[in-house]
Structure formats: structure tokens, C-alpha cells
């Protein structure tokens, strides 16, 4: 059964909205987290790295302001898109890392598909 | 900075068959992890299988083997016995460094297979 539970799967609203994606580690404790966006028929593209108790670090090019990630517990990362725009709309997931192991692999969220009209 | 670079935009291949989807890896980091993930139309992210840098041997789970040529610097994916519902896209993915962390995709691979 899924590891990681991403919600909403689908979003679609108006431009300006800001719109909150969650995502959850459902039976490990995840101190870091990580968001990632991808377009149509295009690669994975890591926005930022999500981090339990403290600041996220965010990627080249990617504003910390527009796109908010907060990191509450070692089960729930959120990610929110303020002020949503059309370019905005994309597919978004989230992935997280069972610690331990050296050879776990990131467990990924199924999703968020955003459209801002 | 590490890269990951998958130069098969699509593959075609008849179900039963064997496919091979190519991945070659830079970095500069001795120690690292190579992942492939399997991507259906609806978006999730299924892992497949992961090889360490300092792996003796090749990866395999069940249908699926990996190709490590670490000099070559090459991860190639192997699929045994083709399914139908084996069609979607592919991903390679580089971590480095002990704690696996955040992942670098390449371009990735769309896999159809034929009846």
C-alpha cells in the first residue's frame, strides 16, 4: 500500500487563488521531505527540499515567496501555491525517504494536478 | 553537479520481448545511488530498482535488471518478458552521498510495448 499520501489529486481554480497541497508520510517519520514539478511529458524538476522544524531550502529559480512550504511534524509537509496563476498550473508531488537503510528509495505522493484558469 | 541523461525520447517493443531503456550518470561523488522509477499515464512514481556505487554485482527484481557499467558510467535498465502494462514512461535518478537524499532526474524514457 502507498507509503506517502499526497491530497488534493486534482485542483483547479481561479487565477489568484492560493491553493495548500499536503503531503504525508503514513507509516515512518520523514525529517525531510521533498517537492517536486513536473509539466506535461517533461522530467521531474526538485523545487525544494522540505525540512522538519526548521526553513526550507529552496532550488535555484524557484521563489520562496510564491510557493510556501511548511514542515510542521515528521509526517506532514505542506506545500501552498499563493496567488496562483496559469503558469502556475503543472503537476505537483511530493516524495519522502524512509531513514536507515542506505539503499531506501524515495517513496513519491501520487500527485497534484493543478489548473489555474 | 551531478546529471543524468536518458537519450531515448521512446521505445517500441513487442510483449514477450526484452527492452533495454539507456541511462548514463556524472558526478564527481564516489559514492552515490542509481534508481529507476516507472511512471504511468495517472502520474504516480512507482520504484523499480535502485543500484549503489559500490555494488559488486547488478541489480535485479524480478522482471527487471540493471546494467551497471561503472566505468562507462552507464545504468541501463533491462526488461525481461514485455507486458502490456509495462508501457509508460521511465525515469533514471541519481542521489549521492550516503544520506540518498533529493534525486536528479533524466529526460526519461516513454516505453510502449505492442501486442
Known amino acids: 500500500g502507498a507509503v506517502v499520501s499526497q491530497h488534493p489529486s486534482r485542483v483547479i481554480c481561479k487565477s489568484g487563488t492560493s491553493v495548500k497541497i499536503e503531503c504525508r508520510s503514513l507509516?515512518?517519520?520523514?525529517?525531510?521531505m521533498f517537492w517536486y514539478r513536473q509539466f506535461p511529458k517533461q522530467s521531474l524538476m526538485l523545487m525544494a527540499t522540505?525540512?522538519?522544524?526548521?526553513?526550507?531550502?529552496?532550488e535555484q529559480g524557484v521563489e520562496k515567496d510564491k510557493f510556501l512550504i511548511n514542515h510542521a511534524s515528521l509526517t506532514l509537509s505542506t506545500l501552498t501555491v499563493t496567488s496562483a496563476h496559469p503558469e502556475d498550473s503543472s503537476f505537483y508531488i511530493c516524495?519522502?525517504?524512509?531513514?536507515?537503510?542506505?539503499?531506501?528509495?524515495?517513496?513519491f505522493g501520487d500527485g497534484t494536478r493543478l489548473s489555474i484558469l | 553537479a551531478q546529471k543524468i541523461t536518458q537519450t531515448q525520447p521512446g521505445m517500441f517493443v513487442q510483449e514477450k520481448e526484452a527492452v533495454t531503456l539507456d541511462c548514463t550518470y556524472d558526478?564527481?561523488?564516489?559514492?552515490?545511488?542509481l534508481f529507476w522509477y516507472k511512471q504511468p499515464s495517472s502520474g504516480e512514481m512507482i520504484f523499480l530498482i535502485y543500484?549503489?556505487?559500490?555494488?559488486?554485482q547488478n541489480a535485479t527484481e524480478g522482471r527487471y535488471s540493471l546494467n551497471f557499467q561503472k566505468a562507462r558510467k552507464s545504468a541501463n535498465l533491462v526488461i525481461s518478458a514485455s507486458q502490456l502494462g509495462d508501457s509508460a514512461m521511465y525515469f533514471c535518478?541519481?542521489?549521492?552521498?550516503?544520506?540518498?537524499?533529493?534525486?536528479?532526474f533524466g529526460q526519461g524514457t516513454i516505453l510502449t510495448v505492442h501486442p
Open positions: 516524495s519522502a525517504r524512509r531513514q536507515g537503510q542506505i539503499n531506501q528509495p524515495q517513496h
Open positions: 522540505s525540512n522538519e522544524g526548521s526553513k526550507a531550502t529552496y
Open positions: 507509516d515512518f517519520q520523514a525529517t525531510t
Open positions: 535518478a541519481i542521489a549521492i552521498g550516503t544520506s540518498y537524499g533529493k534525486l536528479t
Open positions: 543500484q549503489g556505487s559500490y555494488d559488486q
Open positions: 558526478t564527481s561523488d564516489p559514492s552515490y545511488g
